[in-house]
């Protein structure tokens, strides 16, 4: 994946991953980037083929099937910039077939289903906003040992493709899962993932960093939910 740190010269110190992120964040996407468009390439011929992919600078409907707001994508990505893109493609890349059905099972576009693409941008600005390199849109605080294990999960641009991934599946679980859901109340099913995160970082937080992977944190992100579920069910 190119990144910002490809720019610099030979003798320039390479960037941190963090550093890397908030860069592609800050970027916005470029019809006259081979890179950024190439990466909307690699989405439509995972998820819309066998169809070719139209050109960048040509509106297409089919956009909206994968869960674009509009015919042209690049108006979703101003809220993260590039980093969405390359999460978004990774994920339509690696999960294929996982993403695939998530599409079939929202593209009715009621008011009882979600725009994937969107939800997968705003996934990309979660991930941002525990690692502090954004600010949320409430008031809600970062949590300083949240940050500090994300940080430490997150090695490289691979594992933050990766966390985003797995983080995406996981809130498109409870929402599928959730007999209330609806798009109205989609901040709020994605608040209760950001809430199953946070806690599963404070419980690795104890334990040695050197054991701190993408596939750890998941797991525990798991136990925190059926933890969360079994406690609701408590209460009523």
């Known amino acids: 994946m190119a990144s910002p740190s490809s720019s610099l010269s030979p003798d320039s110190p ?50 909206k099937e994968v869960g674009f707001q509009r015919d042209t994508p690049e108006s979703d990505l101003r809220g993260a910039g590039v980093l969405g893109l390359r999460h978004f493609a990774y994920l339509a890349t690696r999960f294929t077939p996982e993403l695939i059905a998530c599409i079939e099972r929202q593209k009715e576009r009621t008011e009882k289903h979600y725009p994937v693409a969107t939800a997968a941008i705003n996934v990309t600005r979660m991930i941002c906003v525990l690692l502090g390199v954004t600010k949320a849109m409430s008031s809600r605080p970062v949590v300083t040992e949240c940050c500090s294990v994300l940080k430490e999960v997150i090695r490289n641009e691979q594992d933050a493709c990766h966390l985003h991934a797995r983080l995406f599946l996981h809130l498109d679980r409870e929402y599928v899962e959730n007999p209330n859901s609806s798009y109205l109340l989609f901040n709020e ?45 408590l209460v009523a």
Do not use: Y
């Open 14 to 63: 390479p960037l941190h991953v963090i550093d890397v992120l908030k860069g592609d964040m800050g970027t916005a996407f470029d019809l006259e980037n081979k890179a950024h468009c190439a990466l909307l390439t690699d989405i439509w011929n995972h998820l819309l083929a066998p169809d070719p992919p139209p050109s960048p600078l040509s509106p297409h409907v089919r956009w």
């Open 189 to 233: 099913i994605s608040e209760r993932v950001r809430d199953d995160v946070e806690s599963a970082a404070l419980a690795l937080f104890g334990t040695p960093p050197g054991d701190w992977t993408v596939d750890r944190l998941m797991r525990e992100v798991s136990e925190q939910r059926n933890r969360r579920r079994k406690g609701a069910c």
